[in-house]
C-alpha cells in the first residue's frame, strides 16, 4: 500500500482497526518496563525520592508541546492541502495534548511544593505552559463552537499556527530569563546532564507516554472519521425525510 | 518502598496523571462505543447517496 492511500478516510480507517489492539498491546509493554526501571530508579542526592515525580512530568512536558508541533503540521495539510484528514488529525490531538499538558502542570506543581516551597510561580517556564494548556481549551472550543467541520478546521488551524509561535518560547524561556525552573537537562548541547541510572528510566517512560499518545491519537483519529461520517448520514437521512424539499 | 518526607506529593502526582490517562482512554472508548452503534443503525436504514437524488425525468 503507497503512502498516499492512507490519505483515503476509508482506507486510514481499515489501517486503523488493525494496528490498534497491537499500538495498546506494545504500549503496555512499554509501561510494564518503564514503571519496573522507575520503581528500582535511586534517590536524586539532593531532591530525594521527589525525583520520581519527573519520570511522569518531564515526558508530559514533552507530548504537550509535540502534541502541539503536530496540531501544526496538521494545521498546514487544512490550510494548503485542504486536506479532511488533516483536520482529523488536527481534530484528534487537541484533547490528548490538552490532557498531557494538564499533566505536567499539576506534577511539576506537585514537585515544586517540597522543592522550591511553592506550587506555582508566575515565571516564564511556568507561565508559557499555562499559556499552551489554554491555548489547547481554546482549540477544542473553537471545534465545538463552529458547525461546519471544514470551516471549524481553517478556523482551528489559523489559531494553531498563531500559537505555535509559544513552543519556541516554552524551550528557550529558561534560557532567555532568570526563573526558578531547571534548565533542559536532557535534550541540550553537550548531552544530557542526567545521570544514566535516572536518565535510563526517564528515557523508557518517555518512549511509553509517546506510545500511548499514538495509540490515543490513531484512536481519535478513527472516532472522528466516523463522526463525519454519521454527521453526513444524518444530512441525507434529513433530506429523504418525509416533507423535505430534496 | 519507602518515598521519603515527601511521600504524599509524590502519590498525588502519580494519581492525578493516572487519573487523567484513565479517564482520557474511557473516553475515547466510550465516544466509539456510542458512533459506531449510531453509524450502524444510520447504514441500517440504506441511506445512501444515491438514496437523496432527484428521480431523473424521461423525455
Redo the contacts between chains.
Keep these: 500500500m503507497a503512502l498516499i492511500d492512507l490519505a483515503n478516510p476509508t482506507r486510514f480507517l481499515a489501517l486503523a482497526e488493525r494496528l490498534l489492539p497491537w499500538l495498546a498491546g506494545v504500549t503496555l509493554l512499554a509501561f510494564a518496563v518503564g514503571l519496573h526501571l522507575t520503581y528500582g530508579a535511586p534517590d536524586d542526592y539532593q531532591q530525594g525520592a521527589t525525583v520520581k515525580i519527573m519520570f511522569i512530568h518531564v515526558p508530559s512536558a514533552w507530548l504537550g508541546m509535540f502534541g502541539w508541533a503536530l496540531m501544526s503540521v496538521a494545521a498546514l495539510g487544512t490550510l494548503v492541502w485542504r486536506h479532511p484528514l488533516a483536520d482529523v488529525a488536527g481534530k484528534a490531538t487537541a484533547p490528548i495534548g490538552a490532557s498531557f499538558t494538564f499533566i505536567c502542570l499539576v506534577t511539576g506543581s506537585l514537585w515544586g511544593r517540597p522543592m522550591w516551597g511553592t506550587y506555582w510561580v508566575w515565571d516564564a517556564r511556568l507561565t508559557s505552559v499555562l499559556v499552551l494548556f489554554l491555548m489547547y481549551l481554546g482549540v477544542i472550543a473553537l471545534w465545538r463552537t463552529v458547525e461546519d467541520p471544514s470551516r471549524a478546521a481553517r478556523a482551528a488551524a489559523i489559531l494553531t499556527l498563531v500559537g505555535a509561535i509559544n513552543l519556541p518560547i516554552i524551550k528557550f524561556s529558561v534560557d532567555w530569563w532568570n526563573t526558578l525552573h531547571q534548565p533542559a537537562s536532557v535534550v541540550r548541547l553537550g548531552g544530557p546532564a542526567v545521570h544514566a541510572s535516572l536518565l535510563v528510566p526517564l528515557l523508557a517512560m518517555a518512549v511509553a507516554f509517546t506510545l500511548l499518545f499514538f495509540t490515543l491519537h490513531l484512536a481519535a483519529m478513527r472516532n472522528d472519521i466516523l463522526r463525519r461520517r454519521v454527521r453526513t448520514l444524518m444530512l441525507l437521512k434529513a433530506q429523504i425525510a418525509p416533507g423535505s424539499s430534496a | 518502598?519507602?518515598?521519603?518526607?515527601?511521600?504524599a506529593?509524590?502519590w498525588?502526582?502519580?494519581g492525578?496523571?493516572l487519573a487523567?490517562?484513565l479517564?482520557?482512554?474511557a473516553?475515547?472508548?466510550l465516544?466509539?462505543r456510542v458512533?459506531?452503534r449510531?453509524?450502524g443503525e444510520?447504514?441500517g436504514?440504506r441511506?445512501?447517496?444515491r438514496?437523496?437524488q432527484?428521480p431523473r425525468q424521461s423525455t
Design positions: 518502598m519507602n518515598l521519603g518526607p515527601h511521600a506529593f509524590i498525588w502526582a502519580y492525578v496523571a487523567v490517562v479517564g482520557l482512554i473516553w475515547i472508548a465516544d466509539y458512533l459506531r449510531q453509524v444510520l447504514e436504514e441511506i445512501t447517496r438514496s437523496v432527484a
